[in-house]
């Protein structure tokens, strides 16, 4: 990252002449290269942000990522189509970069380093090495996407959560426009789990964690037991390493579920039916239906019972969870906004996506 806010400042500095003579050097080759292009770049490069690139390999190596291990290849408007997702991601998370990188905000190397050694937690050294190899990350592209990560949550703390405020008028408020929301039919558990599956996905959680076969699916989730069993937080486990895309990111929180829908697996109902509140079922094992092999494993854990009938405002869990929705939905009105703001502050050339319209244009 450092590196990174280094080059851009370089960039901006000289922009003026250097680029400018730059462009005018390469201009001839690139005017045989693309067919009468107006204008050269490096065929390397798929899109600049404030003058700083994106280069080609960054876009092919998140789109891989994304195609995993399906065997099915895209056509090839599919595939383009994917790359001008997955480059307008890219884009983003340059603008990002920079303004933090402005702010004084960007991931130190100890921030980097404390959250790599609790991602290579439930691992020995061996093991973390050998899911770097089967995930084709090197070690520092896992550093990289970490101090991305912790980067944009900087950002998005000082410059969004530290500034949302909800008042007991709008939990108030809130409650009375969806009281019927409150009045629960039957009883409900509210539920949070962790799942590790062996099939191929995109994991879903904050370190990019993954189990590629059931051999590493059962060392993973017995890992994450005997941390769990330990005293350590459901929550954090959970978002850290759950490959529950819907529920990593709450914790694991999978909300409500009603006894009537609790019955559709009696395997989970009869473990979660036992529990106290706060309590954690052993590991329970998921099996595909036509071959009767295992295709994942989860562990589950009892917030709260709750009876019939309709819950009242003072209660601290109603306005708790009135307080978390209106602040999520807040955090993520700005967090739009704030990007639609980096885009029209920022200037960004994407030569993929002028290339692709030239392709089809003539």
């Known amino acids: 990252m450092a590196m990174k806010t280094m080059t851009t400042i370089k960039i901006k500095q000289n922009e003026s002449s250097n680029s400018r003579a730059y462009r005018m050097a390469i201009l001839p080759v690139a005017l045989l290269m693309m067919g009468g292009c107006h204008r050269g770049h490096n065929a390397d490069v798929v899109a600049t942000v404030n003058g700083h690139a994106i280069m080609s390999a960054d876009l092919e190596k998140a789109y891989k990522d994304q195609l995993g291990q399906q065997q099915q290849q895209p056509s090839q408007e599919q595939a383009d189509s994917l790359r001008l997702n997955l480059l307008r991601g890219l884009i983003d998370e340059e603008m990002v970069e920079q303004r933090a990188a402005k702010m004084n905000l960007t991931a130190t190397n100890e921030e980097v380093d404390a959250k790599l050694a609790e991602m290579k937690a439930p691992y020995t050294e061996e093991q973390f090495n050998e899911r770097l190899k089967a995930s084709n990350h090197t070690l520092e592209d896992v550093k990289h996407d970490l101090r991305r ?214």
Do not use: C
């Open 149 to 362: 990560s912790l980067t944009d949550n900087k950002l998005l703390n000082k410059e969004i959560n530290s500034k949302i405020t909800v008042s007991d008028a709008d939990v108030s408020n809130y409650y009375n426009q969806h009281k019927s929301e409150f009045n629960l039919p039957e009883l409900q558990y509210h539920l949070a789990g962790i799942r590790v599956t062996t099939t191929p996905a995109q994991p879903g959680n904050l370190q990019g964690s993954k189990a590629t076969n059931d051999d590493e699916a059962k060392k993973k989730i017995q890992a994450l037991k005997n941390r769990l069993d330990s005293g350590e937080d459901f929550g954090s486990i959970a978002m850290n390493f759950s490959e529950w895309p819907e529920t990593s990111s709450n914790g694991g929180d999978m909300g409500f579920v009603s006894e009537s829908q609790m019955h559709a697996d009696p395997q989970v109902y009869g473990a979660v039916s036992k529990l106290k509140d706060g309590g954690i079922t052993e590991i329970i094992p998921s099996f595909d239906p036509a071959t009767k092999k295992p295709v994942g494993y989860s562990i589950y854990k009892l917030l709260s019972r709750e009876p019939a009938g309709q819950r009242e405002l003072n209660d601290p869990r109603v306005q708790q969870a009135i307080r978390q929705q209106l602040h999520d939905g807040r955090s993520q009105l700005l967090k739009n906004a704030l990007y639609e703001m980096m885009r029209d502050q920022a200037k960004v050339e994407n030569f993929f996506a002028e290339q692709i319209f030239k392709n089809d244009a003539h």
